[in-house]
């Protein structure tokens, strides 16, 4: 079974432009998450989605993250304007629902300059 | 809100010996679940083990065991017989009894002496 799937792997851009991450989840996994892992920190949780319905997006920086997931499936997370802060690991995760076992991609690391 | 604390920041333990990884949380729901996450270097992160709250039961997964104490609000992951494949990133993790996402502490780094 094919497991989650990220791009890109590694982005190194400029501080004020923009990125774009996608996820792939294991195919039938209802609920999709977005996690920051900042360096020598525990992942957080930035967006969850159930379906192509957003759960909670409290942590989620809405003045420059945005996400979304299509038709329940593909998701992509977007950050403009980036900031040196936001250098970090996204990780993607899926599950068949809460409270169960996520499974998680390889991530996307993102440095910003 | 639910805080999780990990208060090793590293580990060392010698091949074939047992560690412990120390784990607290903070909440006020009754019903919750409590996870183990291992992160090998450069790898994804998986499950190792998990515990619902309303279970007695310490839950085992072969050489992973955990000491859940519901009343101290801690829950400790216990390795035996540490093998090399077992250095890495742990997180302990929690979520509680609704649709919440998971809850991650800061990690314990676990290195295996050969």
């Known amino acids: 079974e094919a497991g989650v799937a990220q791009s890109p792997r590694y982005k190194i851009i400029e501080k004020r432009q923009s990125v774009a991450f996608w996820c792939n989840p294991i195919s039938g996994h209802a609920t999709l998450y977005w996690y920051q892992q900042i360096l020598g920190q525990g992942p957080k949780l930035l967006i969850q989605f159930q379906n192509n319905g957003v759960v909670d997006d409290s942590q989620l920086p809405k003045d420059r993250f945005s996400a979304e997931r299509l038709k329940g499936v593909d998701s992509t997370l977007k950050i403009q304007p980036a900031k040196l802060e936001d250098s970090a690991v996204y990780l993607c995760a899926s599950s068949l629902g809460p409270q169960v076992e996520l499974f998680f991609g390889e991530g996307s690391r993102l440095t910003v300059l | 809100a639910q805080t999780v604390t990990q208060s090793q920041p590293e580990m060392s333990v010698q091949e074939a010996e047992t560690v412990t990884l120390s784990c607290t949380y903070d909440?006020?729901?009754?019903?919750?679940?409590l996870f183990w996450y291992k992160q090998p270097p450069s790898r994804q992160m998986i499950l190792v083990i998990r515990q619902e709250a309303y279970k007695q039961q310490n839950a085992t997964e072969n050489r992973f065991s955990v000491n859940f104490q519901k009343a101290a609000k801690s829950f400790s992951l216990k390795i035996s017989d540490s093998q090399l494949g077992d250095a890495a990133m742990y997180f302990c993790?929690?979520?509680?009894?609704?649709?919440?996402?998971?809850?991650f502490g800061k990690g314990t780094h676990l290195i295996i002496q050969p």
């Open positions: 909440t006020s729901e009754s019903d919750y679940y």
């Open positions: 993790a929690y979520s509680g009894g609704g649709a919440d996402g998971l809850t």
